[in-house]
C-alpha cells in the first residue's frame, strides 16, 4: 500500500453524482493510504457589476453549504480516512483543473448541477480530464449503487505509441484492489481487395498479421510491469477495429478503466475522440492519466 503524502481529491458540488464520486473517492483514499481532500468549487455573483470590478465577498469555508452539507453526513462515520476541506471561489471548470499538481489523482462526477440535465459529461469533466495535472477519474452516474467489485481493471493500451504512466497506473491499481489486469489492444481493419469477380474480399492474412503485430508489441512493453507486479494476473485482448467501442463493452464488467490522454496540442483542451467517447457510455469508474514518458517506478 502507497504511503504517499499527496492526497486524493475529491470534487463535490452538492449534486447526486457528486455524493457518488465522494464515495468512490473515500474507497481510493483508503486503499491509497493517503488523505482525502474534499473540495468545492463555486462562484458567487453579487451583481454583474460587482463581479466585474471584483468588488464582491466570497463566503469562506464555514460559509460553504455544500461542504457543510458533506461535513454533517460524514460526520461520526468509522473508517474514514483523514480528511480535510477546501472551498474555493471561481468557475468549477477552471478551479478544478489547477488542484492537481499536489494530488495523486482527482475524483468528480461525470456529470454535476447546472447545464442540460440530458448531458452525459459535465464542462467541469471535460476540463479536469483534459487539462489537470494529476490522473482523474470521472465517476459514470448509475442505478442502483456502486455494485461489487467485478475483480477487474481493463486498461486501454496504444501498442503503436504505449505509455509508462499509464500503464503504471493501471497495474498499480489492480494490485490494490487484487484484481486481474485486462488490456485491450485495438488495431486496425485489415485491407479490402476486389476480387475477379469485382466482390470487396477482406485480407484475412494481413488481418492475422496485424492481431500478431499488435500483441507482440503490447507484450514487450508489459513486461516489466508484469514483473513489477507479480501478484496481478493479465489478460490480453488484441482486437480490430472501434478501440472506443472495445472498451466501453470492456467496461460492463470492470471497477476501473484507465486510459490515456492524448497528448496535448497547442491551443487545444479538447479530449481525444476514443477517450471522449469512453467518457460518454463508460458503464464503470474512467480513469485519465496525463502521459509521461518516464521509466518503470521503483515502488507502488
Known amino acids: 500500500m502507497d504511503q504517499s503524502p499527496h492526497p486524493v481529491i475529491a470534487a463535490v458540488d452538492g449534486s447526486a453524482n457528486g455524493t457518488r464520486a465522494l464515495e468512490w473517492a473515500v474507497s481510493q483514499a483508503l486503499m491509497a493510504g493517503a488523505p482525502l481532500r474534499i473540495v468545492h468549487a463555486r462562484l458567487y455573483m453579487n451583481n454583474i457589476g460587482a463581479a466585474l470590478s471584483g468588488g464582491f465577498a466570497e463566503p469562506g469555508l464555514d460559509d460553504d453549504p455544500v461542504l457543510i452539507r458533506v461535513r454533517e453526513a460524514l460526520d461520526g462515520r468509522a473508517g474514514l480516512p483523514p480528511i480535510e476541506y477546501a472551498s474555493y471561489p471561481g468557475a468549477p471548470d477552471r478551479v478544478l483543473p489547477q488542484l492537481g499538481e499536489d494530488a495523486q489523482v482527482m475524483v468528480l462526477g461525470s456529470r454535476g448541477r447546472g447545464g442540460f440535465a440530458s448531458l452525459l459529461?459535465?464542462?467541469?469533466?471535460?476540463?479536469c480530464a483534459s487539462q489537470a495535472a494529476c490522473p482523474v477519474v470521472v465517476v459514470p452516474r448509475a442505478e442502483p449503487p456502486l455494485h461489487d467489485p467485478y475483480g477487474q481493471v481493463v486498461l486501454g493500451l496504444n501498442s503503436a505509441a504505449p505509455d509508462a504512466s499509464t500503464t503504471y497506473f493501471a497495474f498499480r491499481e489492480a494490485a490494490r484492489r487484487g484484481a486481474r489486469l485486462r488490456v485491450v489492444v485495438a488495431h486496425a481493419?485489415?485491407?479490402?481487395?476486389f476480387t475477379a469477380a469485382g466482390a470487396i474480399g477482406t485480407a484475412a492474412p494481413e488481418e492475422t498479421a496485424n492481431a500478431h503485430e499488435v500483441a507482440a508489441l503490447a507484450a514487450?512493453?508489459?513486461r516489466p510491469y508484469a514483473e513489477r507486479f507479480p501478484e496481478v494476473r493479465i489478460e490480453q485482448l488484441s482486437a480490430p477495429g472501434d478501440a472506443a467501442g472495445h472498451l466501453v463493452?470492456?467496461?460492463?464488467a470492470a471497477d476501473l478503466l484507465v486510459i490515456g490522454r492524448h497528448r496535448k496540442r497547442p491551443l487545444s483542451p479538447r479530449l481525444c475522440s476514443v477517450t471522449n467517447a469512453v467518457l460518454l457510455h463508460t458503464a464503470c469508474p474512467v480513469a485519465v492519466v496525463?502521459?509521461?514518458?518516464?521509466?518503470?517506478p521503483a515502488a507502488a
Not at 459529461?121 to 476540463?127: M, P, Q, R
Not at 481493419?189 to 481487395?193: C, L, N
Open 121 to 127: 459529461l459535465g464542462s467541469n469533466g471535460i476540463a
Open 189 to 193: 481493419w485489415p485491407g479490402r481487395t
Open 220 to 222: 514487450v512493453h508489459l
Open 249 to 252: 463493452a470492456a467496461s460492463q
Open 290 to 296: 496525463p502521459l509521461e514518458e518516464t521509466a518503470v
